[in-house]
């Protein structure tokens, strides 16, 4: 456990892979859009399942689930998402996809790879605290940090 | 990357991300927190709450609330080899009587996950073993935990401001400044929130909270800051969310739902043996009062026994009760009262006999009645003696182990008396009013005020071994009325 439980997507083999993107003709229920809930590591997992319940009944919205892979906190992020049977896109089919929109409860890892209007959220209540800056770490201020609008930096 | 929309749950935040970040000022959402919000409208099923997690009627629960980092709670609780300090977990196990206070510890996830849920709760296992609850985090049990509890120690990390939101007095036991934004609600209730007393015991803390915190208009105000737009976190996202994917939204309201009731494991482990407890309690002898005599009155106060190291200016004289069993030679051996469990079966030795032998400080062992008869017991003397101990009315704290206190504390009050049968009102918590230090500011724990009675024979001068006199302890209420029948 510790520093060398970091996230490993082959973890989740033995899991039906989500299909990526809009509904294809193998799929029961033929939903209008397709949200992707961005996962950092279980914090944010938990926040991010809260804050979808806003979808909760309506079968014009399809939620699929992946990781960035970028959280020093990776450890628990695969049974989380097996106990809560979450539609798992792998990174890599995210890069080649496109999504009607994402939401992220973090700012960590390339974001900027996803295609797709980005809600970002914050996982905690509000904004209160300010990572010290080192590898992999940003802000979780408001804004603060990045120049690159909204310190959309690696924070787990 | 330029993200669509950012969420903020305050409008104070927008005041921040002006001045860190004025280019997205334009792109800000304010909708709320969700979270606090879900509290709020749990807030009306805590005793739901209180009974899943196991909380029983009267007892007081304190929220111990950990973020991740060395700076966190947990990360600054010393170990246990650290006799100056022993650590703001095990304090609060070790110095609030176990019958009328619970603690559970709400980890936050990124320390769970880093270390692992066995290593946590390996490290809390001494708590775990003295009644500390600790849930796994991934689940909704802090948002319960929240609704349930009466206190909170914490620390600089959410929880805190979610506890304070909901009106929760607190203490901190940690607070990084250096991580913690200038400005920020959190900064303010690091600011605010009194840091736990190395030196003051940790009650009189918790209720010194209890009754100043509840009023500070200052708290108030940067607790609120949870939130600028209670109870429509769901409903604001919603429509930011269907507006992006340029689709109606649905007739039905989107509400926040009722946090879930914990229905994990949150005591792993669970022991066949109840853990040997430092008893200290206080004898009232009667008063006369309008109504006539009254009773004499024993409060019992019971604690861990294996957390005080020490420490313990909160404990004076205790006598140590110890179950049968107790494999730990430094309880066992000095034990006052043991407890026969009710599964022992009737062997040719009678137990009390063999127990008195086992355990050489041992002067009363409590044979619980046959099952059906809640706490009543059967009180061996070393001497021979015998009592019989019936409650007259029931509470969860009813059991033999607390009529084996009682009775400990009638045979070791100053003065000696000859009646032949006595009543005593037992309470376990606080004491009369006026002579302890949270009396007057909570309602007694358990309202059940049930009363022991203790009916004593004459001296026994004639009595000899084999041929033990009988004396008559009986445990009632006022209600239903004593019937005599021992």
Not at chain 2, 5 to 17: C, G, K, P, T, W
Not at chain 2, 273 to 289: I, M, N, S, Y
Not at chain 2, 346 to 361: D, I, V
Not at chain 2, 385 to 395: I, K, P
């Amino acid at each position: 456990m510790g520093a060398g439980d970091m996230w490993d997507e082959r973890r989740l083999n033995a899991f039906p892979a989500a299909v990526p993107g809009p509904p294809s003709r193998w799929g029961t229920v033929a939903a209008e859009r397709t949200v992707l809930g961005v996962i950092h590591n279980v914090t944010s997992a938990t926040r991010l399942l809260d804050l979808l319940t806003v979808f909760d009944g309506d079968p014009r919205v399809a939620v699929q689930f992946t990781c960035t892979g970028s959280s020093p906190f990776g450890g628990g992020i695969a049974e989380f998402i097996t106990a809560h049977e979450l539609p798992y896109v792998s990174w890599d089919e995210v890069r080649k996809s496109t999504f009607d929109l994402a939401i992220s409860t973090s700012r960590g890892g390339d974001l900027q790879q996803i295609s797709a209007p980005i809600i970002g959220t914050p996982h905690g209540a509000g904004y209160n605290k300010t990572l010290r800056r080192e590898p992999g770490a940003g802000s979780r201020e408001p804004g603060a940090g990045s120049r690159r609008l909204m310190g959309w930096r690696r924070s787990g | 990357m330029i993200p669509a929309a950012i969420v903020l749950s305050h409008d104070e935040q927008r005041e921040r991300l002006r001045r860190g970040c004025p280019e997205a000022v334009p792109r800000s959402h304010v909708i709320g927190d969700p979270c606090a919000d879900q509290i709020r409208i749990s807030a009306p099923f805590r005793e739901e709450y209180r009974t899943a997690l196991g909380i029983r009627p009267g007892q007081k629960l304190v929220l111990l609330t950990s973020t991740w980092g060395e700076r966190s709670f947990l990360g600054r609780s010393p170990a246990p080899g650290a006799p100056s300090d022993p650590g703001i977990i095990r304090r609060a196990l070790a110095e609030l009587p176990v019958d009328e206070y619970r603690a559970l510890a709400a980890i936050h996830p990124n320390a769970w996950h880093w270390h692992g849920g066995w290593q946590i709760r390996s490290w809390l296992e001494p708590y775990i073993r003295a009644g500390l609850l600790v849930p796994t985090p991934e689940s909704d049990s802090w948002k319960a935990a929240i609704c349930a509890a009466d206190a909170f120690i914490g620390d600089h990390g959410s929880l805190t401001l979610y506890a304070a939101a909901h009106g929760l007095p607190g203490l901190l036991a940690s607070f990084d400044d250096d991580c913690v934004a200038a400005g920020s609600p959190m900064a303010r209730l690091g600011e605010l929130l009194p840091r736990v007393s190395p030196s003051l015991p940790l009650r009189q803390q918790l209720a010194h909270a209890a009754r100043r915190q509840p009023g500070d208009a200052r708290i108030a105000r940067a607790a609120a800051q949870v939130t600028s737009r209670p109870g429509e976190a769901l409903s604001r996202l919603r429509e930011l969310c269907y507006a992006h994917l340029g689709l109606a939204e649905p007739v039905d309201p989107v509400v926040p739902r009722p946090v879930a009731l914990p229905v994990e494991r949150t005591a792993p482990r669970r022991t066949p043996l109840a853990q040997p407890l430092f008893v200290a309690t206080r004898f009232t002898d009667a008063e006369a009062g309008e109504e006539g005599p009254g009773r004499p009155q024993v409060t019992v106060r019971r604690y861990p026994a294996a957390l005080q190291g020490e420490r313990g200016t909160h404990l004076t004289d205790p006598h140590v009760v110890v179950e049968e069993g107790e494999p730990e030679e430094r309880w066992a051996g000095v034990a006052d009262i043991v407890v026969i469990r009710r599964s022992t079966p009737r062997g040719p030795t009678p137990a009390p006999e063999r127990l008195f032998t086992r355990h050489p400080g041992c002067i009363v062992v409590a044979v619980p009645a046959p099952a059906g008869s809640a706490g009543d017991c059967t009180l061996h003397l070393r001497d021979g003696r015998e009592f019989t101990a019936r409650w007259g009315g029931s509470a969860w704290w009813t059991e033999p182990a607390v009529a084996a206190s009682a009775l400990h504390a009638w045979l070791t009050r100053d003065e000696e008396d000859d009646a032949a049968e006595v009543t005593i009102d037992v309470a376990i918590g606080p004491e009369p009013a006026g002579s302890d230090a949270d009396a007057g500011e909570s309602p007694a724990p358990l309202p059940l005020s049930l009363s022991l009675s203790l009916p004593l024979v004459p001296p026994l001068p004639g009595s000899r071994p084999g041929q033990p006199a009988q004396r008559l302890l009986r445990l009632e209420t006022p209600q239903p009325p004593v019937d005599g029948q021992s």
